[in-house]
């Protein structure tokens, strides 16, 4: 299997792992990095399940995923900026520590998903590699 399939699948699985819904998230301020990373999980998966074959491509539903990520990628740091927690997060404390390289992490984010060139399902396929990488390589980090 190529490197970048594997990276790819691994950044799917980090992701498909933020589907299971946190209930009883007390901290509005949790619940909206929460929500804003279930942004994330949901066009990082309508993008790859396009690159997957698992969804027929759409080069304009491809562009709106992409918009989607971005912002919700150049969200990141601003969401996580107050150092508050829940019982139920899965941030670990290890992202106020280390908070430069945790918003170098989220920037690299954003920039693979503005890279992806979602004009055709091969630009999906080559931009999904890097973008699972930049998922798992937070996740590693700073998720429980």
């Not at 829940?86 to 945790?102: L, N, Q």
Request: with cysteine; proline share 5%; aromatic share 4%.
């Amino acid at each position: 299997m190529k490197l970048q399939a594997k990276i790819f699948g691994l950044g799917l699985v980090l992701v498909a792992g933020m589907a299971v819904a946190k209930d009883g998230v007390t901290n509005p301020v949790v619940k909206e990095r929460m929500d804003l990373m279930q942004v994330v999980r949901v066009n990082t998966g309508t993008l790859g399940d396009m690159a997957a074959g698992k969804a027929p491509f759409d080069a304009a539903r491809a562009a709106e995923a992409q918009a989607a990520l971005v912002a919700a990628a150049a969200d990141i740091p601003a969401k996580f900026e107050p150092e508050e927690t829940d019982p139920v997060s899965e941030a670990r404390p290890e992202i106020w520590m280390m908070f430069d390289e945790f918003t170098a992490k989220a920037k690299s984010l954003e920039e693979a998903a503005a890279a992806v060139d979602t004009a055709s399902l091969d630009g999906v396929k080559a931009g999904m590699g890097p973008v699972g990488a930049s998922c798992k390589a937070c996740h590693s980090d700073y998720r429980m």
